[in-house]
């Protein structure tokens, strides 16, 4: 009886209970099952969650410190890139065995650079808080630099050009209700397609792009943001690349996504009125009249309400007017 004993013993010193680090991973996990569920069985209503979480940091504008703001609307971003997430795992992309390590290494790239573009800006705003403009700088160049050395991987080992900030998939999946209106992501298995390599000139077009935020950083440092030569040498690269790519679009074959970012780098073209001297020099007093026209019309007035005092502070941000 007293070896049967010690054995019983010895077989519980084999297997202890499990800790509380095990199970509080344990409830994690479950939790994080959960809500996978909910995602893939209802996509309308978290698409809503996320525009309410987005609109939200709208309303914190002005009432709340900018740094308030801006956590609220990185937590949306994240959001969405989590069901975006989410719903491409639900998916079985058939993809050929030659392509799939190649695949794999782009979409962590992509996965990334996704991340990064959504806490830039709340990053940015909290190293000016905690140690000023030093520090901000800092971070921006941090960011930069990371996000150039991605987008160059990008480019030289896959062949990519037109590397946009939009979902994993190549177009919006989805539709929407006839009788509701509602954008409804759809989770059905996608379709792989190989890009097809882009020839030369695109892909220096693309490098141009990618290295326009460290010109503008470096023309800053030699020079200042009084000087027309950063804005010279951002506007450079930037019409010179949007003009290749948009010349080499027959033969490039661009996917639907690529199509989409082509057409977000041409509308960016107008943030160049709001960006140091351009905006002083001509934008700001024509601005300040139009928003203090709308400004005294009854209801219109609520739109632009706070907008001036607004501007300034976005103009500061580096995340904002300069890096895309």
């Known amino acids: 009886m007293h070896c049967f004993a010690t054995e019983d013993i010895q077989k519980d010193d084999d ?27 209802d996509p309308a209503s978290h698409r809503a969650l996320e525009s309410l979480v987005c609109s939200l940091s709208y309303l914190c ?98 062949n990519r050009v037109l590397i946009g900030t939009s979902s994993l998939s190549d177009a919006p999946r989805g539709w929407v209700g006839t ?31 990618t290295l326009k935020p460290i010109a503008h950083l470096v023309a800053l440092g030699v020079f200042s943001s009084k000087s027309w030569v950063p804005f010279v040498v951002s506007l450079g690269l930037d019409g010179y690349s949007i003009h290749r790519l948009s010349s080499g679009v027959t033969q490039a074959h661009l996917t639907e996504r690529q199509e989409i970012e082509l057409w977000r780098r041409k509308l960016a073209v107008g943030l160049y009125s709001l960006r140091s001297p351009f905006y002083e020099t001509f934008t700001e007093e024509r601005l300040s009249g139009v928003i203090g026209t709308i400004n005294s019309v009854p209801l219109l007035g609520l739109l632009t309400d706070g907008l001036g005092e607004y501007l300034p502070e976005w103009r500061s941000l580096y995340s904002y007017l300069w890096s895309s």
């Open 179 to 209: 009788r509701t209106g509602i954008f409804v992501r759809q989770s059905h298995p996608d379709t792989f397609i190989p890009h097809n390599p882009a020839n030369k000139e695109l892909l220096l077009a693309e490098i141009c792009y």
């Open 15 to 41: 297997h202890p209970p499990p800790s509380s680090s095990s199970a509080l991973t344990d409830y994690l996990h479950h939790l994080s099952s959960h809500y996978t569920t909910l995602v893939r069985k």
């Open 61 to 158: 504008t002005g009432r709340f410190s900018q740094e308030v703001s801006e956590l609220v609307f990185m937590c949306g971003n994240l959001l969405r890139y989590t069901h975006d997430r989410v719903l491409s795992g639900s998916t079985e992309r058939v993809v050929p065995p030659k392509y799939a390590d190649a695949e794999i290494d782009k979409d962590r790239l992509e996965r990334m650079l996704q991340i990064i573009q959504c806490i830039e800006v709340f990053v940015e705003l909290s190293a000016r808080r905690i140690g000023g403009s030093k520090l901000k700088w800092m971070a921006v160049l941090a960011l930069t630099t990371i996000k150039i050395s991605i987008r160059l991987c990008l480019i030289y080992q896959h």
